[in-house]
C-alpha cells in the first residue's frame, strides 16, 4: 500500500510564499508521475501542476498559477514539492497530491493524499 502525506499548508498574507511537500512511502516503489491539485469551497477540483518522473523530468503548471508556483521532484526522498510564491487570495484551497507509483507488488496505481489547507488573506 502507498501513502502520500502532504504538509506545508497554512495561513500566509497576499504576496507571501508557501511550500508545499507530498512524501510517498511503502516498499520497493517509484514514482512516475505526481500532480497537485487544488478545490476551493463551492468548486470543482483543479489541476495546478504536474510532473512526470523518467529518463528526463518533465514539470508543467497551470496557466493560471504560471510564473508563480513550481513543482519539483526530490526522487531520492520520494518527495514532491510546490513552490508557490506570490499568492493571491483566489489561491486559497486544500491542495491535494496525487501520484502514480508502481510497487513490485501491485503495479502501477494513482494515489491521493489527504489534502492541505492554504488560507490567503488579502
Known amino acids: 500500500q502507498v501513502q502520500l502525506v502532504e504538509s506545508g499548508g497554512g495561513l500566509v498574507q497576499a504576496g507571501g510564499s508557501l511550500r508545499l511537500s507530498c512524501t510517498a512511502s511503502?516498499?520497493?516503489?517509484?514514482?512516475?508521475?505526481a500532480e497537485w491539485y487544488r478545490q476551493a469551497p463551492g468548486k470543482e477540483r483543479e489541476m495546478v501542476a504536474t510532473i512526470a518522473v523518467a529518463s528526463v523530468i518533465i514539470p508543467s503548471v497551470a496557466d493560471s498559477v504560471k510564473g508563480r508556483f513550481a513543482i519539483s521532484i526530490d526522487s531520492a526522498r520520494h518527495t514532491v514539492y510546490l513552490q508557490m510564491d506570490n499568492l493571491k487570495p483566489e489561491d486559497a484551497a486544500v491542495y491535494y497530491c496525487?501520484?502514480?507509483?508502481?510497487?513490485?507488488?501491485?503495479?502501477?496505481?494513482?494515489?491521493w493524499g489527504q489534502g492541505t489547507q492554504v488560507t490567503v488573506s488579502s
Open positions: 511503502s516498499s520497493d516503489f517509484l514514482i512516475n508521475i
Open positions: 496525487r501520484a502514480n507509483v508502481w510497487t513490485r507488488s501491485t503495479g502501477s496505481s494513482y494515489y
